[in-house]
């Protein structure tokens, strides 16, 4: 089976993963990749797919989506298919580019902010307080100069020519960070449907991890990949 590469997203680590392996239906194999402190998207994906197998699935969430792009776009022989996960195909808006500049200007990193944290999920994941301690913690594991470096990333300059692999778009309905009409273009630059899963916030890998799998799956399995 053809190996399936996972991209975590901002300030997130490989076990943004954990869940969705050990509900991921068996004999499916894994390989799963750091975003780094690169100082552009095209850099990520050159360290990334140097380090990958001949041939693989990639499957990227939120900013990782970005990276997957750029592999593909660079790398295309290597991609047997393509997955995004709750990403966009746009810049940062102003407010989000705004408040990303202030905080590496103060220099100061504690981790994510709960505040930030809790915006990012569906309300019904609010008061989980193990979920929200998981992410804060792949945040302070990365660090400050992680931080930093993926703060200042520009997201665009990606190259956007037709792909011959399959493409699979899947955003979350209830999803504040990117909207389904960021989904719903990314769709048409692609020309696939884009898959919904509802009730779930952003991190849809952490909160509905048995759904994206199955989905994900699914659509492997169809394509024979």
């Known amino acids: ?9 901002f300030m997130l680590d490989e076990t943004l993963w954990d869940d969705f392996i050990d509900v991921y239906p068996p004999g499916q194999t894994f390989c799963r990749v750091s ?25 990227g969430f939120s900013l990782g989506g970005y990276v997957a792009r750029a592999i593909a776009e660079t790398a295309p022989e290597k ?6 996960i709750a990403t966009s195909l746009r810049e940062d808006s102003y407010r989000q580019r705004e408040r990303l500049d202030a905080a590496v200007l103060s220099g100061e990193f504690r ?19 193990a979920l929200l301690g998981r992410i804060r913690e792949m945040g302070k594991r990365l660090g400050p100069e992680v931080f930093r470096a993926q703060s200042l990333l520009k997201r665009g300059g990606i190259t956007v020519r037709e792909l011959t692999c399959p493409v699979l778009i899947i955003a979350a309905g209830e999803d504040r ?30 909160e509905k991890p048995r759904e994206l799998a199955q989905m994900i799956s699914n659509w492997i399995s169809l394509n024979g990949l």
Do not use: N
């Open 1 to 9: 089976m053809t190996p399936l590469v996972l991209i975590p997203g």
């Open 35 to 59: 975003l780094g402190q690169e100082e552009s998207i095209a850099g990520m994906a050159a360290r990334i797919v140097a380090s990958l197998p001949e041939r693989f699935v990639l499957a």
């Open 79 to 84: 991609v047997a298919g393509l997955v995004l």
């Open 111 to 129: 981790g994510i902010s709960p505040a930030a944290i809790r915006h990012s999920l569906h309300p019904k994941f609010h008061d989980d307080t």
């Open 177 to 206: 960070l990117r909207s389904l009409s960021e989904a719903a273009e990314l769709s048409e630059l692609f020309r696939c449907p884009a898959e919904i899963i509802e009730g779930s916030g952003h991190m849809i890998p952490l």
